[in-house]
T-cell receptor, first 111, second 116 residues
Framework: GESVGLHLPTLSVQEGDNSIINCAYSNSASDYFIWYKQESGKGPQFIIDIRSNMDKRQGQRVTVLLNKTVKHLSLQIAATQPGDSAVYFCADNIRGDKIIFGKGTRLHILP | NAGVMQNPRHLVRRRGQEARLRCSPMKGHSHVYWYRQLPEEGLKFMVYLQKENIIDESGMPKERFSAEFPKEGPSILRIQQVVRGDSAAYFC??????????????FGSGTRLTVV
């Protein structure tokens, strides 16, 4: 079964505000996590990843936080823009062979 | 570098027909992964192939589905005797090696299969 899951199916955020998308995982052996963005009609696009020996990683306007104690990770998007509208998936990659996806959170940007 | 190319983008088949989905990995990539996505769902792993070898087919349905990645040419996902439940988007990803880092996994734009 799935080892990662999303807390909310839909998230609405005002343009310019920060977005926080949460994800829980169940497999203690998971040691590598990825966030993907999927726009309508397109394939998943890599956003950022994090390994279990880290608790935070930053990219351009995005930050991923990992809390291994409660098996939780989050994706923070700063100053959300209309182009951020998409479905966001967390995924894990236990052995480096394949990626296991959660169900996704749809991010709506309000004007 | 053209990226991962999938064709066709859209495919309509009648129940009982065969569907063939093609995936050309990025140049230099020898690892291919197929995923299926139902509407409003996440991507489900189906199969992982290297050239001429199936490495992991744990996500493939036991019947009617097969995949290959020949020495020359694209990877093919084949669905025989399609049923309405096969309607989904099928995505292919490729990577250069079996590495730990997945930012090297590049996804194609998918093939949307509709069974009527």
């Amino acid at each position: 079964g799935e080892s990662v899951g999303l807390h909310l199916p839909t998230l609405s955020v005002q343009e310019g505000d920060n977005s926080i998308i949460n994800c829980a995982y169940s497999n203690s052996a998971s040691d590598y996590f990825i966030w993907y963005k999927q726009e309508s009609g397109k394939g998943p696009q890599f956003i950022i990843d994090i390994r279990s020996n880290m608790d935070k990683r930053q990219g351009q306007r995005v930050t991923v936080l990992l809390n291994k104690t409660v098996k939780h990770l989050s994706l923070q998007i700063a100053a959300t823009q209309p182009g951020d509208s998409a479905v966001y998936f967390c995924a894990d990659n236990i052995r480096g062979d394949k990626i296991i996806f959660g169900k996704g959170t749809r991010l709506h940007i309000l004007p | 570098n053209a990226g991962v190319m999938q064709n066709p983008r859209h495919l309509v088949r009648r129940r009982g027909q065969e569907a063939r989905l093609r995936c050309s990995p990025m140049k230099g990539h020898s690892h291919v992964y197929w995923y299926r996505q139902l509407p409003e769902e996440g991507l489900k792993f189906m199969v992982y192939l290297q050239k001429e070898n199936i490495i992991d087919e744990s996500g493939m349905p036991k019947e009617r589905f097969s995949a290959e990645f020949p020495k020359e040419g694209p990877s093919i996902l084949r669905i025989q005797q399609v049923v309405r439940g096969d309607s989904a988007a099928y995505f292919c990803a490729s990577s250069q090696d079996r590495g730990y880092r997945v930012d090297g996994y590049t996804f194609g734009s998918g093939t949307r299969l509709t069974v009527v």
